[in-house]
């Protein structure tokens, strides 16, 4: 058996310049997929809770911070953030973000601001501080929900009564 050399090439040099395109092509596009998989697989998974709604995102994010502007959430000072903005993500993990808003209480002739993340009125009232006495009625109820352009009022029942016995005491001079 003996090998011609001075054969010519049953693939024209044109056909050689086409398939190592090819080649070249399917190679560069595996490498691309191999790098997206390499991407995709390497995020991590964030049970992300954002005022009560709770959804699965995946991100390179390294901290709470960062993951949070990911996310667009301007978050502010009497926001609650679990784990802190501070904290760095590693692997799969839960965090929470609840917006605050600020509600008015009117406490007699005083009126008071308080930040609370949640809209149940005994929430609010701890958050400020204020502790009800006996002698006090708060509306909404405490155990209602409040709304942040509506006033929690606090009056004492005391001075409601006396203000009612005095107009019925006016009334009465007046027949």
Wanted: aromatic residues 6%; proline residues 2%.
């Amino acid at each position: 058996m003996f090998i011609n050399f001075n054969r010519r090439s049953v693939i024209s040099s044109k056909q050689k310049k086409k398939i190592g395109s090819i080649i070249v092509l399917v190679l560069l596009l595996l490498g691309a997929m191999t790098a997206l998989m390499v991407n995709e697989n390497s995020k991590n998974t964030i049970t992300f809770t954002a005022n009560g709604q709770t959804e699965q995102v995946q991100t390179h994010a390294k901290t709470v911070n960062a993951f949070l502007k990911e996310q667009n959430v301007d978050f502010g000072e009497h926001d609650y953030i679990f784990p802190s903005v501070n904290q760095s993500i590693h692997g799969d993990m839960a965090i929470e973000w609840a917006q605050a808003e600020q509600y008015a209480i009117s406490l007699e002739d005083k009126k008071i601001t308080a930040w609370a993340t949640s809209n149940r009125v005994k929430d609010i009232l701890e958050k400020a501080d204020v502790t009800l006495s006996e002698h006090e009625r708060v509306t909404p109820g405490l155990s209602e929900k409040a709304q942040a352009h509506i006033p929690i009022t606090i009056e004492s029942i005391e001075a409601n009564v006396d203000q009612q016995a005095a107009g019925r005491h006016e009334s009465a001079s007046a027949n």
